[in-house]
Nanobody, 114 residues
Framework: QVQLVESGGGLVQAGGSLRLSCAAS????????MAWYRQAPGKQRELVAA???????TYADSVKGRFTISRDNAKNMIYLQMNSLKPDDTGIYYC????????WGQGTQVTVSS
């Protein structure tokens, strides 16, 4: 069973930046398309960015041009660089495969103040 541990969240002012990290146990993760999701208060979890095993990224329209997803397969790490943050980016951020096949981690809280 793959375990996912997210970190790097925090409180930031609008326009600021954060870099999230996801540590995944098990080398199998390197074969999967991985993704970052977020869940805003009172809303469903949504996928914000994904990256194939080969490194090709895709983004939700709401974060395109501001967020950058990356991965280090040798370290089983997935990253999300978030720039020009907006209050609407507030939520708990999770990583998982793009189909959410593994148990969800605790996530990391991102709060953007206006």
């Amino acid at each position: 069973q793959v375990q996912l541990v997210e970190s790097g969240g925090g409180l930031v002012q609008a326009g600021g930046s954060l870099r999230l990290s996801c540590a995944a146990s098990g080398n199998i993760v390197s074969f999967y398309t991985m993704a970052w999701y977020r869940q805003a208060p009172g809303k469903q979890r949504e996928l914000v960015a994904a990256i194939t095993s080969g490194g090709a990224p895709t983004y939700a329209d709401s974060v395109k041009g501001r967020f950058t997803i990356s991965r280090d397969n040798a370290k089983n790490m997935i990253y999300l660089q978030m720039n020009s943050l907006k209050p609407d980016d507030t939520g708990i951020y999770y990583c998982n495969s793009n189909r959410g096949v593994w148990s969800w981690g605790q996530g990391t809280q991102v709060t953007v103040s206006s």
